[in-house]
């Protein structure tokens, strides 16, 4: 299996709702640097790639090819989520069983 883990770090960022500064500024490195990293133009060194994972909610097994796709979108399902009021949660409950009847009924 062939994983960019530079592009699921980078959607990680949007599902987080984090920004490549706030990233930056938690690894006390320079905003150009994380830049810099994610664009695949400077190595990352490993403690920073898993100082990475662990803020955005990534799991390292994942990434490095050990598990399947699913579970990490579930992963970022789950963080995103995380993020979100009762009410909005509520919404997004109530919007999935709405989907769910109308697949099911377009089965029939």
């Given amino acids: 299996m062939n994983i960019n883990y530079l ?3 980078k959607e990680a960022l949007i599902l987080n709702n984090m920004t490549q500064k706030q990233l930056a500024e938690k690894l006390h ?3 150009q640097t994380i830049n810099s990293l994610i664009r695949g133009r400077t190595s990352m060194k490993l403690d920073d790639f898993f100082k ?4 955005l909610n990534l799991n390292p097994s994942f990434i490095l090819g050990y598990e399947k796709q699913d579970s ?3 992963l970022c399902l789950q963080a995103a989520i995380k993020g979100l009021d009762k009410t ?3 919404i997004i ?3 999935l069983k709405y989907f769910h009847y109308v697949n099911n009924k ?3």
């Avoid at 990475?52 to 803020?55: F, Q």
């Fill in 7 to 9: 592009e699921i770090i």
């Fill in 29 to 31: 490195i320079s905003p």
């Fill in 52 to 55: 990475i994972l662990e803020l």
């Fill in 72 to 74: 990490a979108h579930n």
């Fill in 88 to 90: 909005q949660k509520n």
């Fill in 93 to 95: 409950i109530t919007l």
């Fill in 106 to 108: 377009k089965r029939l």
